[in-house]
T-cell receptor, first 113, second 114 residues
Framework: AQSVAQPEDQVNVAEGNPLTVKCTYS??????LFWYVQYPNRGLQFLLK??????LVKGSYGFEAEFNKSQTSFHLKKPSALVSDSALYFC???????????FGRGTSLIVHP | GAGVSQSPRYKVAKRGQDVALRCDPI?????LFWYQQALGQGPEFLTY????????KSGLPSDRFFAERPEGSVSTLKIQRTQQEDSAVYLC????????????FGPGTRLTVT
């Protein structure tokens, strides 16, 4: 079985400050991890993924995520938040033997001017 | 290039009516997924196609739900005798293959059953 937890329903940050959106996972075997962003009335857009290799993954719009195997975490980060980053963020995981990803409940990021 | 498109974007159905939701994936994408997204939740898996073959339909909530992808491109999700609990956003996603590839999502169809 595979599962994802996003412990924060909402994250508030001031524009220009660093942001972190948390994600922890549970999976058998090696995890494939993904972050997606969803703007109002839009589908999910892919941000970045970890499959193997460097633990720090860089993605779209200046976002990055750090894979931590010992803590089973894959937190999303950005050094300097923009108001336009305000959206819903979803973490997803799948095992190497599965083709179906499991999504978290989502975290609403609100960046204040 | 063109992304994943879905139609209609919004559908209001009276309880008991049948509905059909369409998905046009990105050209050349082998894998196609359908998800159901309730308000305040993440996408929940419904069914998966690899080309025209429906390899997994374990997420379909009842036998009122049926999906097809007859030519390995466009897919249709059909819901028969709609119920109020079917109200949700239905998302379609495609990917190059089922392995490590990320998914590309359509804008979704918001179904409201009255």
């Amino acid at each position: 079985a595979q599962s994802v937890a996003q412990p924060e329903d909402q994250v508030n940050v001031a524009e220009g400050n660093p942001l972190t959106v948390k994600c922890t996972y549970s999976v058998s075997g090696n995890p494939y991890l993904f972050w997606y962003v969803q703007y109002p009335n839009r589908g999910l857009q892919f941000l970045l993924k970890y499959i193997t290799g460097d633990n720090l993954v860089k993605g779209s719009y200046g976002f990055e995520a750090e894979f931590n195997k010992s803590q089973t975490s894959f937190h999303l980060k950005k050094p300097s938040a923009l108001v336009s980053d305000s959206a819903l963020y979803f973490c997803a995981v799948k095992s190497g033997g599965s083709y179906i990803p499991t999504f978290g409940r989502g975290t609403s990021l609100i960046v204040h001017p | 290039g063109a992304g994943v498109s879905q139609s209609p974007r919004y559908k209001v159905a009276k309880r008991g009516q049948d509905v059909a939701l369409r998905c046009d994936p990105i050209s050349g994408h082998v894998s196609l997924f359908w998800y159901q997204q309730a308000l305040g939740q993440g996408p929940e898996f419904l069914t998966y196609f690899q080309n025209e073959a429906q390899l997994d339909k374990s997420g379909l909530p009842s036998d009122r739900f049926f999906a097809e992808r007859p030519e390995g491109s466009v897919s249709t999700l059909k819901i028969q005798r709609t119920q109020q609990e079917d109200s949700a956003v239905y998302l379609c996603a495609s990917s190059l293959d089922r392995g490590t590839y990320e998914q590309y999502f359509g804008p979704g169809t918001r179904l409201t059953v009255t």
